[in-house]
């Protein structure tokens, strides 16, 4: 770890209520993809790590689930995940979406932000959707509900704001190493990366029809041909007999097309070819199994 005198590092949440555009902000001020959108609600499923370094300061952000009230093991986990994540930081981000406004989700979060000594800043995304008026009258509402360090008004994905909101974040880090090496924008190993990548695409594609049980992992990776190609094979996991024959569509087009955009993307991240090979497995109720979630690499123990 390299200490440099008068540097700034340190470490920030960013939490809210599920889909308000924790990572796309994320992806956009790391400037590349490396925590999985979608427009369905709880896609981040563990912390995604990003790290922004500038020649004097570090801030590695970490991307936790949306906080909700869980209905199954998995959601047990990403409960815990998140609100773990609250205490073991320098800085907290309460991002919410301008165009929803207050929710009975954002009282449940505001709740658990008063069990925390941790400084909150309140980032009111999507602001690009509403008018200004209505900005005003949403910012006067939060600022009666909690002590706010800061309110940041952004468009996580026009970029409206964003570098504002990293200056101000600066202002609150401490002095302290340089954790990653300036080049390292994650420390998700490349397979988290990849995996997410591929179940991205089958949330993208097929739509309402199989929303979260489903879970990704990775059988092999392997360089070969002097390291110029990589070759990938995953195993798309399912509940149900149903949603198998949905990912595979018929006479295999929806895997094809799942495939075709995961490798496209596998390779803008590896910089190398790409050859990915997709199976589908069904594993019923696997949300509920604490083994089975184990495998597919929720662990507890890590958090």
């Known amino acids: 770890m390299e200490n440099k005198n008068g540097y700034k590092s340190g470490f920030v949440s960013i939490i809210g209520r599920p889909n308000v555009g924790k990572s796309t902000f994320l992806n956009h001020v790391i400037g590349q993809k490396i925590a999985i959108m979608s427009d ?31 209905k199954h093991k998995l959601g047990d986990f990403m409960m815990k995940v998140a609100q773990n994540t609250l205490k073991e930081v320098d800085l907290v981000l309460f991002m919410i979406n301008a165009e929803e406004g207050y929710g009975r989700g954002d009282e449940f979060i505001i709740e658990r932000l008063k069990n925390i000594q941790t400084p909150v ?15 005003l009258e949403l910012i006067e509402k939060y600022k009666g509900l909690y002590p706010f360090k800061e309110i940041v008004p952004i468009s996580a994905l026009q970029g409206t704001n964003t570098p ?14 340089q954790y990653y ?100 497995k069904v594993q019923k109720d696997w949300r509920n199994k604490m083994s089975q979630l184990r495998d597919y690499g929720f662990r507890e123990d890590e958090y």
């Open 121 to 135: 800043f309140l980032v009111v995304n999507k602001i690009d959707q509403i008018h200004p008026d209505q900005l």
């Open 164 to 177: 504002r909101l990293v200056e101000q974040i600066k202002n609150y880090l401490p002095e302290g190493p």
């Open 40 to 70: 369905k609600p709880q896609t981040t499923r563990n912390k995604v790590q990003g790290v922004y370094t500038e020649e004097n300061s570090q801030i590695i952000f970490i991307d936790t689930p949306g906080i909700h009230k869980p």
């Open 181 to 280: 090496p300036a080049d390292q924008v994650t420390d998700h190993p490349e397979r988290f990366i990849i995996t997410e990548l591929i179940r991205e695409k089958v949330l993208h594609l097929t739509r309402e029809e199989v929303p979260h049980s489903i879970a990704v992992v990775m059988d092999s990776l392997e360089r070969r041909e002097g390291g110029n190609t990589v070759y990938v094979g995953a195993t798309i996991i399912v509940e149900r007999n149903s949603q198998k024959g949905i990912v595979i569509g018929k006479q295999g087009s929806m895997l094809k097309e799942v495939g075709k955009r995961a490798r496209a993307d596998i390779e803008a991240l590896l910089g190398s070819k790409v050859f990915l090979e997709l199976w589908v």
